[in-house]
Nanobody, 127 residues
Framework: QEQLEESGGGVVQSGGSLRLACATSAHLLGNYAITWFRQAPGNEREGISCIRNRYNSTLYADSVKGRFTISADTAKDTVYLQMNSLEPADTAVYYC????????????????????WGKGTLVTVSS
């Protein structure tokens, strides 16, 4: 069973930054697209950023474009999400997930498309 594990969540003031990490395996990072999702209370799970590291493919949702950056460290088998200029609307549980796809597209931002999920990490942005 493939595993993904998120870390790095916490409480931050509006305008601040956090970096989330998604620890995975060499197999997943090398052969799957990894997507960050988030889910706020009462909301649907939203796909926000994807990386298909082997093919240098990334994708961002409009809601985070220009503020968040996704990257991967193959030495650590970890995908990061650098989040800058955080707003209270970014408060959510953040999940990483994996799907067997060759590149990132809108397909990768749909929760039902994913093959594997982590358990999530909570990000709270205070005003």
């Amino acid at each position: 069973q493939e595993q993904l594990e998120e870390s790095g969540g916490g409480v931050v003031q509006s305008g601040g930054s956090l970096r989330l990490a998604c620890a995975t395996s060499a197999h997943l990072l090398g052969n799957y697209a990894i997507t960050w999702f988030r889910q706020a209370p009462g909301n649907e799970r939203e796909g926000i950023s994807c990386i298909r590291n082997r093919y240098n493919s990334t994708l961002y949702a409009d809601s985070v474009k220009g503020r968040f950056t996704i990257s991967a460290d193959t030495a650590k088998d970890t995908v990061y999400l650098q989040m800058n200029s955080l707003e209270p609307a970014d408060t959510a549980v953040y999940y990483c997930a994996a799907v067997s796809r060759a590149s990132c597209s809108s397909y990768n931002l749909r929760a039902y498309s994913m093959n594997y999920w982590g358990k999530g990490t909570l990000v709270t942005v205070s005003s």
